[in-house]
């Protein structure tokens, strides 16, 4: 049995790996960028999809599930010149894959509904305001001024939560 690599730390946003995760299934990941030259700050919510389940050897018990982020003309797209086919291209680039081993839970950025992964995205972005709060009180890094950083974040919070409402209100 291999060890639990990403086993929940304290503090750590992630949610708990579903049961019922299996080929085909579809994961979410949310994230939010301000933009340095309007101050806006827009989310991204991104899709993975499982595509293998694997074991590293026929007596493992914990199989290790492998996604694919699905981007129309990069990961996804027309797969026949002749028919309106649809599907997961052939050469998909690392940059767009991952993998998730079998533990308690899901490694941090991944969420099985959209609504899930903007909470888990609002925590994850709450974290980083308390780690410049932190390095703003300690002596060589006060210098650095980490307001700029700060307002950042919470322009990001609110983009996040604007997201996460629409979401919600939506169904």
């Known amino acids: 049995m291999k060890p639990a690599t990403n086993v929940k730390k304290p503090g750590q946003v992630s ?5 019922s995760l299996a080929l085909g299934s579809v994961l979410y990941s949310a994230s939010a960028e301000v933009d340095p030259d309007s101050g806006k700050a827009s989310t ?9 389940v694997r074991r590293a050897n026929a007596s493992d018990p914990d199989p290790t599930f492998y996604l694919v982020e699905k981007v129309d003309c990069v990961t996804w797209g ?3 010149t002749r028919t309106g086919h649809v599907g997961w291209l052939e050469s998909i680039p690392a940059a767009f894959r991952a993998s998730i081993p079998t533990t ?9 509904t959209k609504g899930k992964a903007c909470q888990l995205a609002i925590g994850r972005v709450k974290q980083q305001i ?8 300690t002596p060589g890094l006060a210098a650095l001024g980490y307001e700029d950083c700060i307002q950042e974040c919470l322009l990001e919070i609110k983009a996040l939560e604007r997201r996460r409402t629409r979401l919600l209100t939506k169904n």
């Open 15 to 19: 949610q708990k790996l579903p049961a």
């Open 44 to 52: 991204t919510i991104r899709e993975y999809h499982v595509r293998t």
């Open 78 to 80: 027309k797969l026949s």
């Open 104 to 112: 308690e839970y899901m490694p941090p950025g991944f969420a099985t």
């Open 130 to 137: 308390e780690r410049y709060k932190e390095w703003k009180k």
